[in-house]
């Protein structure tokens, strides 16, 4: 059982669960009702997500290192600005579980980084605890800052990271297409699971 937060943690989840619900709101008005929820093309993603990590983990072997002793990590290669539907990002992406498992996943949110003239980003998200992970895969739909927090890490080369400095159960890692990390929110973000 977890330690109950004390007052001010209190008032930042909330603050968070506040502007995850708005988030939600906006967009689950402005995603089409009829979105597909089945991966176009599997093998296809799961190239681009192991290119992704490569590349995370050549600009920082502390992520490895950190992956490696992961019970689960999620990679989103491709999270791209919704065409026609403004303000709204969204991404497929394949988890991985330390006994070798795999499941997709669709992540939408707020267009941050489209809006910051960023284009395409890659998000890499590492379960470190076998209780975090459970949550996630548990849940119908999982929303940062509401279900779990994702401690982000904008690191930056040789810079070091293990479980030791991470806060929390989740770290995370977002990726221009040039593979720099940059610290941006995923509050708000929704993560759901489709079929492969």
Do not use: H
């Not at 989840?13 to 988030?23: D, E, T």
């Not at 009829?34 to 590349?55: H, K, P, Q, S, W």
Request: aromatic share 6%; proline share 3%; net charge positive.
């Amino acid at each position: 059982m977890r330690p109950a937060l004390p007052p001010a943690g209190r008032r930042r989840r909330l603050a968070c669960q506040a502007i995850a619900g708005a988030a939600m709101l906006y967009c689950a008005a402005r995603v089409p009702a009829a979105a597909d929820t089945r991966v176009l093309d599997a093998g296809e993603l799961d190239t681009r997500c192991e290119a992704v990590l490569a590349r995370l983990y050549a600009r920082n072997p502390g992520a490895q290192a950190l992956a490696d002793k992961a019970s689960g990590v999620l990679v989103f290669p491709d999270v791209l600005a919704g065409g026609a539907v403004a303000g709204v990002e969204q991404g497929d992406g394949m988890m991985r579980g330390a006994g070798g498992d795999k499941a997709y996943y669709r992540l939408v949110g707020a267009s941050l980084g489209a809006q910051a003239g960023m284009g395409s980003k890659a998000v890499v998200l590492v379960f470190l605890t076998e209780y975090a992970l459970a949550r996630f895969r548990a849940s119908q739909g999982w929303t940062v800052g509401v279900d779990g927090s994702v401690s982000l890490l904008s690191l930056g080369i040789g810079a070091s990271v293990d479980s030791n400095t991470v806060r929390g159960d989740i770290a995370g890692f977002v990726l221009t297409n040039s593979g720099l990390m940059i610290n941006l929110s995923l509050v708000g973000t929704r993560i759901t699971r489709i079929q492969s």
